[in-house]
């Protein structure tokens, strides 16, 4: 499975971007997926996830901002992000713990990262 991310840009502060990921493949199960943000020398840090309950988690820096949702006949996963910071900049790397059997195991993908960069 590859995770193809796609969206990011540059735009000003109190701007939006949309970010997408999509599965290359139909998919059995998903237990985690959604978006991880890194910037130059610090760890990939957690944006946002759904878990296999459906329920999303956000990050205190990004609630209320950033949306999840999800597209399943798709595999697609989007993140809507508005009200754009200079912090926010970073680059935006989908994540997913998902299987393609049902028997299967359940690894973890990265896509390739998306850059986001927000000018103040």
């Known amino acids: 499975v590859q995770l193809q991310a796609s969206g990011g840009g540059l735009v000003q502060a109190g701007g939006s971007l949309r970010l997408s990921c999509a599965a290359s493949?139909?998919?059995?199960?998903?237990?985690?997926m959604g978006w991880y943000r890194q910037t130059p020398g610090k760890q990939r840090d957690l944006v946002v996830t759904?878990?296999?309950?459906?329920?999303?988690n956000y990050a205190d820096s990004v609630q209320g901002r950033f949306t999840i949702s999800r597209d399943n006949a798709k595999n697609t996963v989007y993140l809507q992000m508005n009200s754009l910071k200079p912090e926010d900049t970073g680059v935006y790397y989908c994540?997913?713990?998902?299987?393609?059997?049902?028997?299967?195991?359940?690894?973890?993908?990265w896509g390739q990262g998306t850059l986001v960069t927000v000018s103040s």
């Open positions: 994540n997913a713990v998902l299987r393609t059997s049902v028997l299967g195991p359940w690894p973890t993908y």
């Open positions: 759904f878990t296999s309950s459906g329920s999303a």
């Open positions: 493949r139909s998919i059995a199960g998903i237990a985690h």
